[in-house]
């Protein structure tokens, strides 16, 4: 299979999402300017970490005007996987292909750290290949992870089986000390009703070596291959 | 022509930083801050316009762009 | 036209003999503007006039070395054709002034120093001082450096992976903010900072030029006084977004094999990359002001030489190959402009609207500018901060109180509370983070990796500069060859007072020696560096603060290690002698309030054979944990070999790793300070490894073999640690309290800042 890997010209993840997907998974990748059209024949898309314009403004609100996510949108309206990773959520967040919003930390500073996250739900593309309530050691680092959405939007996110990751402690126990962001419900990453839109704050491409400190992010790019292998056969 | 759109983050939503803002004030000795929020405003230069499509023009912009909906709420004045 | 008079040289920080040699290189009077170039190009900052006569008798050169100081950053050779190009460079005084801006842009000068060279940067670390955090100015200043480190580096996606922060009350009015940076290229790519070619455009890209900095060099080169304050507009403003298109589209740019030669526009930005391009040339240089992208209206010729705008880059290009450039720029939303070009005769030649308005000889601003021999004279105080007579101390506090308060102190405390705001993730390269010894990187496509540790210790420099400087490099190195890493480059960054006082300048000629010595000894040539002087307040020196970073290669990434002690059971051993100095440890200075005595001694000798010794061990893979002794000694050590955070720790992660149980040898004799010299003398030369039991005899033996002393002092194991001294129960605490104590000692006092986080 084939991963695109879009880059905006402020992303800083977008080699790490790169030879991860290629050197560590194995798989194909491309990296596609965001100022092209099409997404060269790929397979799954991945919106990597980074600043993409800047985001003096607010994270990811100019990206979603970037030519690329016209494709990308298409794309996932056509059911295919897409794949945001903290400022690539943001960018989806902003799109309208994920509901709510980030705000600012509630200890305002950033925060870059190795956190536990909880995989609430396996029936995505992105954890396909994860055991149910597996608690992943994944690093985080951003200042505007704080997931918010009005109190009905959230209610709906929950119905819906919607959170796909949690904040939780290394056991899996969720609670406000394990939150580090101030992110309702402990929301770590959600997905669209669909499920095949997912988004994320931590860093999975940033986990995925051993001498990184951990492997634990590798399952949600080998859920990708196993999801599509499993829709092919 | 000018405008100015003032964006804040809607009530519901906790501000950070604007309850960082009102303990520093405090501490510094003003106690009766009871809360501050903190906003944006963007200051928008506009080729010559009547001042109702400029308003428009802006309250455009701001929609698209200079606000998020979901969290933030927007003001837009035209200066003559 | 102005008149120039003892007021104009005086704001232009040049001396009346200055002023003569300019006027005979010029041949003539200067006028305001070709005054104001060699203002900037001759002011400390620019010119080093005060410390290249010292800084010439480093050693600069090695098997590895590709590239010595004089360049954007040196680059040494770390095989398979790649290379490290690294450089350390400070941004004190702005960042006194704006902690914010003044951290951030010093992050953004030192990046574009390096993708200059044509290398990718792929760590960003830092050596920062500052006051105590007992007050709300050191609180604030150091809140808003951490911020502006953070604000800038985790934008651009470069990580910042290690460092080493000191407070200290001679610092509450001088902050110091030391970055380095280290970028891997290939050999071939790397490219120079020389324009050459008659006739071949000169081009400008990056930000727009605004009234920022004006005369910020020069600002970085006067002692502070009470109107520093108002000098608030020669600050910089920082845009890391910018920084990231240009660093990208540089780098895909400098792939075309159009440019001839890049500099970046830094401390007297247009002037000092016209003039130092063409003067490494040996060609001229003509530009037009009025070319120039400005984004302020009504800007002069003399405020467009002279800006200090951030993010903007020159370029020299082939002829006829610059559409090739103008494309990639164009691709990333940038616009270059040509600006002029390379022409025969060394000259800067500047128009405005094609009229000439200076005309200088390129080398009258670059090496013609003066160097001086300054007096120097020991100071008249040196010899009595030596003495140290610990009867004149009282009573010898308890070492358990002891140990208990040295965890909590800011200079030994972890340092999670700022290096949590630093992205040391990104990049996928970091293998040892901030907090640990060195920070390790690996180098994508090879099996190798780079240690990196910068060091540096202020009071051991106040009380012997020569001694202090030789222990700076030795504990930059020693860092380095914990992780495994074998030293093969080292920086420096000068961080002193005034030195137009003879004392200043005494200590400045005294640490140049010391690092160049130990230089020597350790086989880590300086490829190049910083030099920031007149760090005064009011008459009042900072402690002298020569900072080395030093950076080491391991063959094999795999087998670095880190300081955190590994499995149950596993002997202790202490390498090198517990000789219990206590000059100028931390331990005179939080109990007892004094900063005196000599530092600890140092065998260059027994210093390069340890550092052997610990590479060779960690690379045939027979230890699982190593931590060189430093602040806090022997028991600090030994604590912090049990701690189990790193970066890793998230909320509520003070658990605490394996304990540890060990008998500290005395081998000197302070009356009723023995045990507490020998749990917290600083003394050099000594590392703390454990090792798997079957291993033991072999790391004995290979000590021995090396002339290394090696004492088994403990084991590995329980929840405690427990230390021992002849005997007797010295320091017996539960793991998880003192790391308790240790880790949450710096948020505990930043809480109280105003504008800081609950």
Known sequence: MKFAVVVFPGSNSDYDAFYAASRVVGEQAELVWHKDADLKGADAVILPGGFAHGDYLRTGAIARFSPIMGAVTAFADRGGPVLGICNGFQVLLEAGLLPGAMVRNDRIKFVSQLVPVRVEQTDTPFTAACAPQQVLQLPIAHGEGNYYAPPGVLDDIEANRQVVFRYTSPAGEPGADWNPNGSLNNIAGICNRRRNVVGLMPHPERAAELPLGSVDGRVVLASVVKALAAVSR | ?80 | MTVIDSTVLDRHGIKPDEYERIQQLMGREPNLLELGLFSVMWSEHCSYKSSRVHLKTLPTTGPRVVQGPGENAGAVDIGDGLCAVFKIESHNHPSFIEPYQGAATGVGGIIRDIFTMGARPIALLNALRFGSLDTALARRIFEGVVAGIGGYGNSIGIPTVGGEIVFDEMYSGNPLVNVLCLGIAHRSDIIKGAAKGTGNPVYYVGARTGRDGIHGATMASAEFDETSAEKRPAVQVGDPFMEKLLMEACLEVMKTGAVVGIQDMGAAGFTCSTSEMGSRGGVGMTVDVTHVPQRETGMIPYEIMLSESQERMLLVVERGREHEVEAVFEKWDLHAVQVGEVTEGARLKIHERGELVADVPNRALTDEAPVYHRPMTEPSWQKQVQQLSLSDLGAAPSAQMTFERLLAVSTIASKRWAYRQFDHSVGTNTIAQPGASAAVVRVKGTTRALAISVDGNGRFCYLDPYQGAMLAVAEAARNVACAGGEPIGATNNLNFGNPERPEIMWQIGAAVRGIGDACRALNAPITGGNVSLYNETEGRAIFPTPVLGVVGILEDASRTVTRTFKSDGAPVVLLGDNSGELGGSEYLATMHQTVAGRPPALDLQREAALQTLIVTLIRDGLVESAHDCSEGGLAITLAECTFDTGWAAGAGAEAGGLGVTAEVPVLADHGAFSTNAALFGESASRIVISVASRHVAAVMAAAKAAGVPARQIGRVGGRRIQLTVNGQTAVDSLVAHAELVWATAIENKMRRAPGAAS
């Open chain 2, 1 to 80: 022509m000018k405008a100015r759109v003032y964006v804040t983050l809607k009530p519901s939503v906790f501000d950070p930083q604007g309850s960082v803002v009102a303990g520093a004030l405090q501490s510094l000795g003003y106690a009766d801050v009871k809360d501050v929020r903190q906003g944006k405003f963007f200051e928008v230069e506009l080729a010559d316009a009547d001042p109702a499509t400029a308003k428009q023009r802006v309250t455009e912009m701001a929609d698209k762009l200079l606000a998020n909906p979901v969290i933030e709420s927007y003001r837009v004045e035209v200066l003559q």
